[in-house]
């Protein structure tokens, strides 16, 4: 799946549908959302957040640096 990298507010709504969706069709969804579940699956977990930062342009990285949840960084790239 082609994933357009996320630029910045000009692209964020298209971006987050099709990460959305990928993460979905992955069974990763539940780890952006905090599921309890796999916060302790430190494999899913590290799985999603380089997926996620394979999916933005290097001008993103500080808004997600720093951040201690999957949860976290998805609603800073907000």
Do not use: P
């Amino acid at each position: 799946m082609q994933i357009e990298k996320l630029a910045g507010r000009k692209n964020y709504a298209s971006w987050k549908f099709t990460m959305q969706a990928y993460l979905q069709s992955e069974d990763l969804w539940d780890c952006v959302e905090g599921d309890a579940e796999y916060i302790n699956d430190t494999k899913k977990m590290t799985k999603v957040k380089a997926k996620i930062i394979l999916s933005v342009e290097k001008q993103n990285y500080s808004h997600i640096q720093g951040t201690t949840t999957l949860k976290e960084a998805w609603t800073k790239l907000k």
